[in-house]
């Protein structure tokens, strides 16, 4: 039999793929969950169940929550990407880790397909094929939703054909959670102008006295919670679990597709959120300006590629190797304040912070300098601007 690795989620289109590839094209199907994050072990145990009563031969589920924090997440949080100043990257990121994990588990199986239940309408199957054909291009991809257009009524009948009804009856929302947030599509991210309701965010209101807490940063790394060290990772959880109870970390990022049209989708990231403006704020004051700039530009670009399933190019490498670079003196105390809905940044403490009073508070006394120095800056600062003036008064 052909062997095939398929990337499997246990929601309907994987489920459709492990029956329809094992009992209609013969193939030895090997269902692959990757953990980014958001998956309990009951959780995975009944993904295990599903998919060896679909048909699989094995199913396999790969831990990568601390690749994922190594390899992507830090470099997120060292250059405060936020893709149109809004979405932290959650699932994009998240898709890249899942895509490099399942190519290299198909390698060692010696596996000669390796499939996804992506559709044709969006970036998923741009991220999937591409690291599989960038790490594992003797392997053929197969992609059953996206080959036979097909619907989801026409899924569904051909499960239950097979005596297969697990309940597929579509959910009001989409839910899919991992490290560093939850996505949320639903009717209303469909359209331009509708908001998500209440209900539909997976985390609820439920505390409503403000709460200042203290994140330490060490070069650039969260590494404690009001003065509780541990694992960064485990550090977002607990973050998120917190912020979540303020419902903070919510709002609805629209943007350009790989594929060149619009999309919107709704999400829940209180730790990203959170993590990265706290970051931001400390690099403020430990940072140059030009520094703080360069950064801006190649955040910003690392997101970019991140996001259109460009992980695997050198330059990523590069950018990686700057933004670790500008984290030297990333490091102190940052003091936030939790609120129903929102979050305020109160400060930050820092040996390497650059509001040195010794030269002078801004707006009020300079001690590094005299009241001539200032002139004499404030006249050479305005040399280009009055010459170009002049020069062209000239020619009114």
């Given at each position: 039999?052909?062997?095939?690795?398929?990337?499997?989620?246990?929601?309907?289109?994987?489920?459709?793929?492990?029956k329809y590839l094992s009992k209609e094209k013969g193939f030895e199907v090997n269902a692959v969950s990757v953990n980014t994050g958001g998956f309990t072990q009951e959780e995975i145990s009944e993904t295990e169940k599903k998919a060896i009563a679909l048909g699989a031969k094995s199913y396999t589920s790969i831990n990568a929550v601390q690749t994922y924090y190594d390899t992507v997440i830090k470099y997120l949080i060292f250059g405060n990407v936020l893709r149109n100043n809004t979405y932290p990257l959650s699932v994009s990121a998240e898709r890249i880790v899942q895509a490099i994990e399942i190519a290299g588990y198909a390698k060692k199986l010696g596996a000669t397909h390796v499939g996804h239940g992506s559709t044709g309408a969006g970036n998923d199957q741009v991220r999937f094929d591409s690291i599989f054909q960038i790490l594992?291009?003797?392997?053929?991809?197969?992609?059953?939703?996206?080959?036979?257009?097909?619907?989801?009524?026409?899924?569904?009948?051909?499960?239950?054909?097979?005596?297969?009804?697990?309940?597929?009856?579509?959910?009001?929302?989409?839910?899919?959670?991992?490290?560093?947030?939850?996505?949320?599509?639903?009717?209303?991210?469909?359209?331009?102008?509708?908001?998500?309701?209440?209900?539909?965010?997976?985390?609820?209101?439920?505390?409503?006295?403000?709460?200042?807490?203290?994140?330490?940063?060490?070069?650039?790394?969260?590494?404690?919670?009001?003065?509780?060290?541990?694992?960064?990772?485990?550090?977002?959880?607990?973050?998120?679990?917190?912020?979540?109870?303020?419902?903070?970390?919510?709002?609805?990022?629209?943007?350009?597709?790989?594929?060149?049209?619009?999309?919107?989708?709704?999400?829940?990231?209180?730790?990203?959120?959170?993590?990265?403006?706290?970051?931001?704020?400390?690099?403020?004051?430990?940072l140059s300006k030009w520094q703080q700039y360069q950064k801006e530009q190649l955040g910003n670009f690392y997101g970019m590629l991140l996001?259109?399933?460009?992980?695997?190019?050198?330059?990523?490498?590069?950018?990686?190797?700057?933004?670790?670079?500008?984290q030297k003196k990333v490091s102190g105390e940052v003091f936030?304040?939790?609120?129903?809905?929102?979050?305020?940044?109160?400060?930050?403490?820092?040996?390497?912070?650059?509001?040195?009073?010794?030269?002078?508070?801004?707006?009020?006394?300079?001690?590094?300098?005299?009241?001539?120095?200032?002139?004499g800056f404030i006249k050479i600062l305005s040399n280009p601007g009055k010459i170009a003036n002049q020069t062209e008064g000239k020619h009114d």
């Open positions: 039999m052909k062997k095939l690795v398929l990337a499997y989620s246990g929601g309907l289109d994987t489920s459709y793929c492990t594992a291009p003797e392997l053929e991809i197969v992609t059953p939703i996206r080959d036979h257009r097909l619907s989801r009524e026409e899924e569904i009948a051909y499960l239950k054909s097979e005596g297969i009804d697990m309940n597929w009856a579509k959910a009001k929302y989409s839910i899919n959670k991992g490290l560093w947030g939850t996505s949320v599509g639903g009717d209303e991210t469909l359209t331009s102008h509708l908001p998500l309701p209440e209900e539909a965010y997976p985390s609820q209101l439920e505390e409503t006295e403000p709460q200042q807490i203290k994140l330490s940063f060490d070069r650039g790394e969260l590494v404690a919670i009001n003065d509780k060290a541990d694992q960064a990772i485990v550090l977002i959880e607990k973050l998120n679990s917190l912020g979540s109870r303020y419902a903070i970390g919510r709002d609805i990022h629209v943007g350009d597709t790989i594929i060149g049209i619009k999309g919107r989708v709704g999400f829940e990231a209180a730790a990203p959120l959170l993590i990265i403006k706290a970051h931001h704020l400390l690099e403020k004051h430990t996001h259109e399933g460009n992980y695997l190019d050198e330059v990523m490498r590069n950018i990686e190797a700057f933004l670790m670079d500008t936030i304040t939790l609120h129903p809905f929102r979050f305020t940044l109160d400060g930050v403490r820092s040996p390497y912070d650059l509001m040195n009073k010794d030269f002078g508070s801004y707006g009020e006394m300079n001690q590094g300098w005299t009241a001539e120095d200032a002139k």
